[in-house]
């Protein structure tokens, strides 16, 4: 296998690793919850507990995009429930303020995100398409993206966060299906959001990572300016907000550079700058190297830089989180995807993305994610040996 072939392969596995990690105590924004809920801090796969310390998971908008709150006009009619998510309208609603964003997942069980980025790699290579940044692959992956979506029993997921909502929400008028067709129907959708006076700040988050992973892994071998294409271009589809764009240039930009052998660390410090979040990371890097690695201290330090820098789900501060824990843990991607975990907030998003850069370094130096995670990763061991086999 070619240096850049593991490199892909790796990043796959940490994505997937990462996000499974993180599941349970996605969005514990009180981050001694953690250890109170899973009896000290997060090291291996868990199932959900049965409550969730910061849910507010029946406050979201079951009919599209933010909260029930946030909701204006004319009343639409519940995606949730009847379009997607079939079976878990009622944990939308429950009385119960505490239910748990991934109720019915286990441990090793992957979320909804990266359920899609796995399939929209599979859609990919099954395909063989000679350039990943064309239409073809972009109507192949939506249109694939709907059967799975609006399939019900399709996955076990409660969630979905805004841009699925917002998506079928607007899907649901025509319905779509075809590879054509749905292309046509997002195309046209983003052309009207992205010129809106009043873009929707939910879909500048960082859950634009996860669908656009495969878009540059599977084209490690392209050139970077054919990656960032592919990539951007179909995040204009899913997360159609002005500022989209630029966020995923960057990260895309230096998740190409590492699968073609470039330091992690580098293009850290190179993002970071971008980010105008570097001096600030350079503070918080000083303090966490005054303590021993591994040390209680020096994950306080980071769990801190993370709250400062961007603990939730908008693009600036989450990038800046993620590129932040990527410099640190450039040579330790076990190390830094449980520091992600670790540090709560919106850590499954931040994490996939996160461990597919720590994951494609890694691969470079001979190392790897642990061979234990692999083999508990549920819905990786059911989707990834084909996708590496067939890329």
């Known amino acids: 296998m070619s240096a850049v072939r593991r490199s892909v392969s790796e990043a796959f596995w940490a994505m997937c690793a990462a996000d499974s990690l993180s599941m349970?105590?996605?969005?514990?924004?009180n981050i001694q919850d953690i250890s109170r809920d899973?009896?000290?801090?997060?090291?291996?796969?868990?199932?959900?507990?049965?409550?969730?310390?910061?849910?507010?998971?029946?406050?979201?908008?079951?009919?599209?995009?933010?909260?029930?709150?946030?909701?204006?006009?004319?009343?639409?009619?519940?995606?949730?429930?009847?379009?997607?998510?079939?079976?878990?309208?009622?944990?939308?609603?429950?009385s119960n303020g505490s239910v748990h964003y991934h109720q019915g997942l286990q441990a090793g069980d992957n979320t909804l995100n990266i359920l899609c980025s796995l399939r929209a790699a599979?859609?990919?290579?099954?395909?063989?398409?000679?350039?990943?940044?064309?239409?073809?692959?972009?109507?192949?992956?939506?249109?694939?993206?709907v059967r799975f979506l609006t399939t019900p029993g399709s996955h076990a997921d409660t969630y979905a966060e805004s841009f699925h909502r917002s998506f079928f929400a607007d899907w649901q008028d025509g319905r779509p299906t075809s590879p054509s067709e749905v292309l046509k129907f997002a195309e046209k959708r983003s052309k009207q959001l992205l010129s809106s006076r009043f873009p929707d700040s939910q879909l500048d988050a960082i859950g634009c990572l996860p669908m656009i992973l495969p878009f540059v892994l599977l084209s490690a071998s392209a050139n970077e300016d054919e990656a960032v294409s592919a990539a951007v271009e179909f995040v204009k589809l899913t997360h159609p907000h002005p500022k989209v764009?630029?966020?995923?240039?960057?990260?895309?930009?230096?998740?190409?550079?590492?699968?073609?052998?470039?330091?992690?660390?580098?293009?850290?410090?190179?993002?970071?700058?971008?980010?105008?979040?570097?001096?600030?990371?350079?503070?918080?890097?000083?303090?966490?190297?005054?303590?021993?690695?591994?040390?209680?201290?020096?994950?306080?330090?980071?769990?801190?830089?993370?709250?400062?820098?961007g603990l939730a789900c908008y693009n600036r501060g989450a990038l800046s989180s993620l590129f932040y824990l990527a410099y640190e843990f450039h040579d330790d991607p076990k190390g830094g995807i449980l520091t992600n975990t670790n540090c709560g907030g919106e850590n499954c998003n931040r994490g996939s993305a996160l461990g597919a850069l720590l994951g494609a370094g890694a691969a470079h130096r001979g190392a790897a994610i642990p061979q234990e995670w692999k083999d508990e990763l549920r819905d990786a061991q059911e989707l990834l040996p084909d996708i590496l086999k067939e890329m």
């Open 122 to 145: 599979r859609t990919i290579v099954s395909g063989r398409f000679a350039d990943v940044s064309q239409p073809e692959v972009r109507a192949a992956v939506l249109s694939d993206y």
């Open 24 to 29: 349970p105590v996605h969005w514990y924004y």
């Open 245 to 309: 764009p630029e966020y995923v240039t960057i990260y895309s930009r230096a998740l190409h550079a590492v699968l073609g052998g470039a330091s992690v660390r580098q293009q850290a410090e190179f993002a970071l700058k971008r980010l105008e979040a570097w001096d600030a990371c350079q503070s918080y890097s000083r303090k966490a190297a005054r303590f021993p690695p591994s040390s209680e201290e020096r994950l306080q330090v980071h769990q801190n830089a993370v709250s400062h820098l």
């Open 38 to 94: 899973f009896g000290g801090w997060i090291s291996g796969f868990n199932a959900p507990a049965d409550r969730h310390p910061s849910s507010i998971l029946t406050l979201s908008n079951t009919a599209g995009s933010g909260r029930s709150a946030w909701s204006t006009g004319a009343k639409r009619a519940d995606v949730v429930g009847s379009v997607i998510l079939h079976n878990k309208l009622d944990l939308w609603r429950s």
